[in-house]
């Protein structure tokens, strides 16, 4: 049976770059070849602009962003669209109530909404998802 996770965008952009690779990022890149994660809709818009930033800084050339945007476009990664209505007025309360930027509840919400864990490197995010009891996704296990 497939393992459905949520999958933040700190985690899929440390694949990117050789100098933010970590075990934590393997493993779930590993969980990936039998299992799925899903994404918020802002996701894209996410990972185009670290790519963005990445080449102004002389980090990643074109093809380099090019090559990587095709890597992750095979992988199982399902972006989960939503009604523009209820991520303003939900969000902005659910983000308020738990410290978190926008970009980063709408990962969090996810999870909850799906009942699956989230894998993320972000520390604000992992202190909410404690304090919701939302699971962590630990590479080939899940902790509470």
């Known amino acids: 049976?497939?393992?459905?996770?949520?999958?933040?965008?700190?985690?899929v952009m440390s694949w990117c770059f050789k100098d933010e690779t970590n075990q934590y990022a393997d493993s779930v890149l590993d969980c990936l070849s039998e299992g799925t994660a899903f994404v918020p809709s802002i996701w894209p818009l996410e990972?185009?602009?670290?790519?963005?930033?990445?080449e102004r800084k002389k980090r990643l050339s074109e093809a380099d962003s090019v090559r990587f945007i095709t890597l992750?476009?095979?992988?199982?990664?399902?972006?989960?669209?939503?009604r523009p209505e209820r991520i303003m007025k939900d969000l902005l309360a659910?983000?308020?109530?738990?410290?978190?930027s926008s970009y980063d509840a709408s990962y969090l919400d996810l999870s909850m909404r799906k009942g699956i864990p989230i894998a993320t490197l972000d520390t604000r995010?992992?202190?909410?998802?404690k304090k919701t009891d939302i699971p962590i996704l630990m590479g080939e296990k899940n902790s509470r």
């Not at 990972?47 to 930033?53: D, G, M």
């Not at 659910?94 to 978190?100: I, Q």
């Open 1 to 11: 049976m497939s393992e459905y996770f949520v999958v933040d965008n700190s985690v």
């Open 47 to 54: 990972v185009v602009n670290v790519l963005l930033e990445a």
């Open 72 to 82: 992750i476009s095979q992988l199982p990664i399902i972006v989960e669209h939503e």
């Open 94 to 100: 659910f983000a308020r109530s738990n410290d978190l």
């Open 125 to 129: 995010l992992i202190e909410a998802a």
